[in-house]
C-alpha cells in the first residue's frame, strides 16, 4: 500500500518524465542539443564628456597633476582636462570659461586617438588674466555644438 507521500512523490516525478522526455522539439523551434546563442545588438556608442577636471598642471597625458580642484585662492593659469568617451579622433571639442552670462574665452580643440575603451582627453590651458576676480566660474564643454557638460568652481583670495 502506498502512503500519502509515497503517492505524491510518484506522481510529480511521473510529470516530470513526461515534460522532459516527449521527444518534441524545445519552443521556439530549436532542436534538443543546439548550442547556437542570439547574438544581442550592440549597445549604442554615444559620444560624451566623462568627466571635466580643473588644476594648476597637468601631465603630458592630459591628466591633472597634485589633484582636481574646485576652489582656487587667485586664478592663475587654469588646466582643464577633458575626458571624453567615443568621441571620433578629430571631431572638434570647444571648451568655454564662464562668468555669469559673459564667455570670458574660448578654445577650440580637437578630439585624439582614443583607447580600446573609446577613451580620449583633450586639454585647454587659460592664462592667468588680472581681470578675473573672486567669484563663481564655469567651464562648459561642447560637443558638435551642444552642451556635454559643466564644471563650476570658485575663486576666492585668501583673508
Known sequence: MMTRSSLVLSTLVLVGAMACGDGSP???????GDT???VAAPEPKNPHVMAIDLGRAIDSTGAIIGGTLEMFPELDTLHVSVRTQYVAAGAPI????????????????????????????????????????????????????????????TVQAPR
Open 36 to 38: 547556437t546563442t542570439a
Open 94 to 153: 570647444v571648451v568655454r570659461l564662464l562668468q555669469g552670462s559673459a564667455t570670458l574665452a574660448t578654445q577650440n580643440l580637437t578630439a585624439g586617438t582614443a583607447d580600446s575603451a573609446g577613451i580620449a582627453r583633450a586639454v585647454a590651458t587659460f592664462p592667468a588674466d588680472a581681470k578675473r576676480r573672486d567669484g563663481a566660474y564655469r567651464v562648459e564643454v561642447l560637443l558638435d555644438t551642444l552642451s556635454a557638460g559643466i564644471k563650476e568652481f
Open 26 to 32: 524545445p519552443p521556439g523551434g530549436a532542436e534538443a
